[in-house]
């Protein structure tokens, strides 16, 4: 995948963000909880309802938003959390990000925007509803989900960032910004993944494959490993695409090579959907070792979302209808 990705039609552009405005942030009036403008929401940098603890946790508002979102995601990704101190949904997702970015020890940073102190980032982003979280790295964004998730799937998603990051040369670390927080949330280091891990972090995607293919020799059932094996897989993939890919798969739609580039493509760049829909058309429209082919692309991208994402188990469901 390569930076022109990042630019790509209906991505978010935050460029207009880089100003800081004028005037003050608004207070905010009376408003329904989670939108801009509701009460009882904390002021800008400030620690409400919901907010998350740790070394690499920072609260993040208008005037700050270009040095502390923007600029740092030159160097590492930055992962932005909107939140809500009114939304239960917010409180829920906090910790989990908080957890996740202190174990992850620098790869990504958290920033979290209050959107009834902020309405103007919240507007400039289009936020519809709490908890809003996307990527952004170089300047550009990467969505990432909206609404509560568990920390399996949070997981998932920061993993993908990162493996991104890496792929685009992103490869350096947030410094702490933030307090340790409490002695107990030391996180938990799983020495199976670290040498996959470390490969990641240095770039060396074919050492993170042989790593994963190691774990997997030893323990072929291991679900963890063949996520993390899917997706450095699809980021070597997409790390070399010719300009003309998509209308290469739109000009010849029985070639299955080209959609499955189109579709991993699509995947790396947030649109699930789209991916998943592609590939269940060329199943559809084929036979033998290319359906095949593209039954076992599906099947390995459903590794790399998650098995329990709502995306995954509707597209299992159509392929079922397609296959029987």
């Given amino acids: 995948m390569s930076q022109a990705n990042f630019s790509r039609p209906g991505a978010i552009d935050l460029s207009a963000l ?15 909880p989670g939108t801009p403008g509701a009460p009882g929401a904390s002021g800008p940098g400030g620690s409400g309802a919901g907010a998350g603890v740790g070394p690499y946790v920072l609260d993040v508002n208008e005037p700050t938003f270009q040095a502390d979102v923007i600029e740092r ?17 917010s409180n829920q997702l906090a910790p989990i990000l908080t957890a996740l970015s202190t174990e992850y020890d620098g790869k990504f940073l958290l920033a979290r925007i209050d959107i009834d102190a902020n309405p103007g980032l919240a507007q400039a982003v289009g936020v519809q509803t709490v908890p809003l ?21 949070a997981r998932q998603y920061v993993e993908q960032l990162v493996t991104v990051a890496v792929a685009n040369g992103i490869t350096g670390r ?16 799983d020495e199976r993944f670290v040498k996959a891990e470390d490969a990641v972090g240095a770039g060396d995607l074919d050492g993170a494959i042989a790593a994963y293919e190691e774990i997997l020799a030893q323990s072929p059932g291991d679900a963890e490993a063949k996520a993390g094996l899917s997706r450095v897989l699809l980021v070597k993939r997409t790390q070399d695409v010719p300009a003309d890919f ?44 290319d359906r095949n ?8 991208l459903f590794e790399v979302v998650g098995a329990d994402d709502e995306r995954v188990v509707r597209a299992r469901q159509r392929l079922m209808m397609v296959l029987f």
């Fill in 73 to 89: 995601s030159l160097q590492h990704p930055v992962i932005v959390e909107f939140w809500s101190p009114r939304s239960g949904a």
């Fill in 174 to 189: 947030a410094q702490p910004v933030g307090p340790a927080g409490p002695a107990n949330a030391e996180p938990v280091v």
């Fill in 246 to 289: 998509r209308t290469k798969a739109a000009d010849h739609p029985e070639d299955v090579e080209a959609q499955l580039l189109v579709a991993d493509v699509d995947l790396m760049g947030g649109h699930v959907e789209d991916a998943f829909s592609r590939l269940i058309t060329t199943i559809q429209n084929t036979s033998g070792e």
């Fill in 18 to 32: 880089r100003k800081p405005p004028t005037r003050p942030a608004p207070a905010g009036g009376p408003g329904a």
């Fill in 293 to 300: 082919k593209a039954r076992v692309h599906l099947l390995e």
């Fill in 133 to 153: 979280v996307i990527g952004v790295l170089r300047g550009q964004v990467v969505p990432l989900f909206q609404g509560p998730v568990g920390e399996p799937e």
